[in-house]
Nanobody, 121 residues
Framework: QVRLVDSGGGLVQPGGSLRLSCAASGSIFSISAMGWYRQASGKERELVATITGGGKTNYANSVKGRFTISRDNAENTVYLQMNSLKPEDTAVYYC???????????????WGQGTQVTVSS
C-alpha cells in the first residue's frame, strides 16, 4: 500500500558530504513525522533525525551541527543533508514515516529499505 524508497548513499571520504532522499508513495492520507535512523554493523538501530509536518526537527547529539533534515510535504519526501562526515557515521541509513492511510484511521510506522553510507579514506 505504501512504499518508502530511500536513496543517495555511497562511499565518501572523511569530511565529505552526502544527501539522502526518501520518497513515500501509495494511498496515503497523511504523514506526520518523518525521519532517518541508522544501523552500524553489530549495533542497534539508532535515531539520527526527525521532522514533523510543521517542520520541527530533532537530532541525535552525534550529528548536531553537521546533518540537516528537511521535507517536502507536497511530495511526501524527506531529505538528510550530511556534511563533515566521519568514519563513525558509516551505517545503513533507513527512512521512517508515520503514515495514516485514511481519515480517522490508525497511524503506523513504515520503513525504507535502507541505503549504505560508508565514510572512509
Amino acid at each position: 500500500q505504501v512504499r518508502l524508497v530511500d536513496s543517495g548513499g555511497g562511499l565518501v571520504q572523511p569530511g565529505g558530504s552526502l544527501r539522502l532522499s526518501c520518497a513515500a508513495s501509495g494511498s496515503i492520507f497523511s504523514i506526520s513525522a518523518m525521519g532517518w535512523y541508522r544501523q552500524a554493523s553489530g549495533k542497534e538501530r539508532e535515531l539520527v533525525a526527525t521532522i514533523t509536518g510543521g517542520g520541527k526537527t530533532n537530532y541525535a547529539n552525534s550529528v548536531k551541527g553537521r546533518f540537516t533534515i528537511s521535507r517536502d510535504n507536497a511530495e511526501n519526501t524527506v531529505y538528510l543533508q550530511m556534511n563533515s562526515l566521519k568514519p563513525e557515521d558509516t551505517a545503513v541509513y533507513y527512512c521512517n514515516a508515520i503514515v495514516t492511510l485514511r481519515f480517522g484511521g490508525p497511524s503506523y510506522n513504515d520503513w525504507g529499505q535502507g541505503t549504505q553510507v560508508t565514510v572512509s579514506s
